[in-house]
């Protein structure tokens, strides 16, 4: 089993939409929790990163972490197709600098 | 450079043949990442620098792997005696800092073994 579970999609939905992205792990002393966008043959850019529990807020773009559950997510609202791209959630202990990734979603937004 | 820089960007090899892939981290970013990206697999973590050395090299898979950092700058990951399996995306990654919350990627080295 994997430490860090993602669902692959591919995950359609039309422009506008709220777009809701999730991830379960399984090592509790997990803490940090990141949010990537990757282009098809680009690397994977940041979005958001948070520590603990609770929300962050980033324009369209909300990060929740539910530490007690093991479940983070992404949500987008108001959808564009330029979001359409495969998200990666990661995470890491507080001690370790490397990074554990989920397997990617792959989002499309359509007209 | 404004980015992380990787080289090459696409390199087909023979089964058997040694590689060298190279990146160049942003200017000032003290810690250095190597992470490995295969079809439909998220990214495995490869090696960790902080300056020239490397405290976390937990992620290599084999002795066939190794890597260097010289200068606190530029990263060198060489796989020798190249396997099939080695197939994959090479992605290195660079923070300011050893805390690694904000770490930039570069664009990835492309490894086909044939």
């Known amino acids: 089993q994997k430490e860090v579970e993602q669902d692959p999609g591919p995950l359609s939905v039309p422009e506008g939409a709220i777009v809701s992205l999730n991830c379960t792990y399984s090592n509790s002393a997990f803490q940090y929790f990141m949010w990537y966008r990757q282009y098809s043959r680009k690397g994977p850019e940041l979005l958001m990163y948070t520590y603990s529990s609770g929300n962050k807020e980033d324009g369209r773009f909300t990060a929740q972490v539910d530490k007690s559950s093991k479940y983070i997510s992404l949500f987008i609202r108001d959808s564009q197709p330029s979001d359409s791209a495969t998200y990666l959630c990661?995470?890491?202990?507080?001690?370790?600098?490397?990074?554990?990734f989920g397997t990617g979603t792959r989002l499309q937004v359509t007209l | 450079g404004a980015g992380v820089s990787q080289s090459p960007s696409n390199k087909v090899t023979e089964k058997g043949k040694d590689v060298e892939l190279r990146c160049d981290p942003i200017?000032?970013?003290?810690?250095l990442y190597w992470y490995r990206q295969s079809l439909g697999q998220g990214l495995e973590f490869l090696i960790y620098f902080q300056g020239n050395s490397a405290p976390d090299k937990s992620g290599l898979p084999s002795d066939r792997f190794s890597a260097e950092r010289t200068g606190g700058s530029v990263s060198t990951l060489t796989i020798q005696r190249t396997q099939q399996e080695d197939s994959a995306v090479y992605l290195c990654?660079?923070?300011?800092?050893?805390?690694?919350?904000?770490?930039?990627f570069g664009e990835g080295s492309w490894l086909t073994v044939v």
């Open positions: 990654a660079s923070s300011l800092d050893y805390i690694g919350n904000t770490i930039y």
């Open positions: 200017s000032g970013h003290t810690a």
């Open positions: 990661a995470m890491r202990t507080g001690t370790a600098s490397k990074l554990t």
